[in-house]
T-cell receptor
């Protein structure tokens, strides 16, 4: 089955701890994205990567970090510097052409 | 950067009626406009998209129209069914730097 997987589905962490969210795709897509979704709001772009070993900040990158060492993987680390980390995190990927984004099932992070 | 506004934020219709959701965008260089459906606790799923060289696209009960001059595009759902109840998001993709901006979403409720 081709697709995007995110793990875990639910994640709980104590305040002050860094946490890494996993995103893997086997669609052979070049580009990958991380979005944050808060209740009743749209998707806000955190980071995106259009090619391996390269990534760009999105609109709300502060307090987050990413890496893109492999084409199929784009992990997101939520650092202790992120002031309000509790949210629903969505990963997406797209080919160069067509450039339709396909989303994973999401990870709900709760910081206690 | 791109700015996308989506209206209405909530929409309630009777089963069998039509539903229309409208989005406006600011960057005339945006060239790709997808619509996503998101069910509770899940990632968004693409339902239809349109590119800037096309004015209208239809897929069974779903259609999207694009007015490049006015910079707005709309989602039309005919013969609505209770399973159409979900949150719908529009997005506009900029040609450069190749990232998408999402609207804040519309919660559609179809009453049986």
């Amino acid at each position: 089955d081709g697709g995007i997987t995110q793990s875990p589905k639910y994640l709980f962490r104590k305040e002050g701890q860094n946490v890494t969210l996993s995103c893997e795709q086997n669609l052979n897509h070049d580009a990958m994205y991380w979005y944050r979704q808060d209740p009743g709001q749209g998707l806000r772009l955190i980071y995106y990567s259009q090619i391996v070993n390269d990534f760009q900040k999105g609109d709300i990158a502060e307090g987050y970090s990413v890496s893109r060492e492999k084409k199929e993987s784009f992990p997101l680390t939520v650092t202790s510097a992120q002031k309000n980390p509790t949210a629903f995190y969505l990963c997406a990927s797209s080919a160069s052409s067509p450039d339709t984004q396909y989303f994973g099932p999401g990870t709900r992070l709760t910081v206690l | 950067g791109e700015n996308v506004e989506q209206h209405p934020s909530t929409l309630s219709v009777q089963e069998g009626d039509s539903a229309v959701i409208k989005c406006t965008y600011s960057d005339s260089a945006s060239n790709y406009f997808p619509w996503y459906k998101q069910e509770l606790g899940k990632g968004p799923q693409l339902i239809i998209d349109i590119r800037s060289n096309v004015g209208e696209k239809k897929d069974q009960r779903i259609a999207v129209t694009l007015n490049k001059t006015a910079k707005h595009f709309s989602l039309h759902i005919t013969e609505t069914q209770p399973e159409d109840s979900a949150v719908y998001f529009c997005a506009a993709k900029q040609k450069v730097p190749g990232k998408s901006t999402f609207g804040d979403g519309t919660t559609l409720t179809v009453k049986p």
